[in-house]
């Protein structure tokens, strides 16, 4: 069974509109604090890898669950862009 493209792209805009205003506002110390259930991450780390899955996946780069060498590189890629 395959899912309604429109209604994958609902939910990603659903899903990109709380987290944009989860992380609206958050001050540096904020953007460094370690998530819990992603040991060795901050939220900054957890943000840049979710924009770099959404972009790999619209590239065709994405044929599974990232790699931890995978992950580092997303966050690497992303974790310096200006959140503004």
Do not use: K, N
């Amino acid at each position: 069974m395959t899912a309604d493209p429109r209604l994958i792209a609902s939910l990603y805009q659903e899903t990109r509109e709380r987290i944009v205003a989860l992380v609206s506002g958050l001050d540096d110390t904020a953007w460094r604090t370690p998530v819990a259930a992603c040991p060795g991450w901050s939220v900054r780390d957890v943000v840049a890898h979710l924009v770099a899955v959404a972009d790999d996946w619209v590239d065709g780069r994405l044929a599974g669950p990232p790699t931890d060498e995978e992950s580092a590189a997303q966050i690497a890629r992303f974790g310096g862009f200006d959140v503004c």
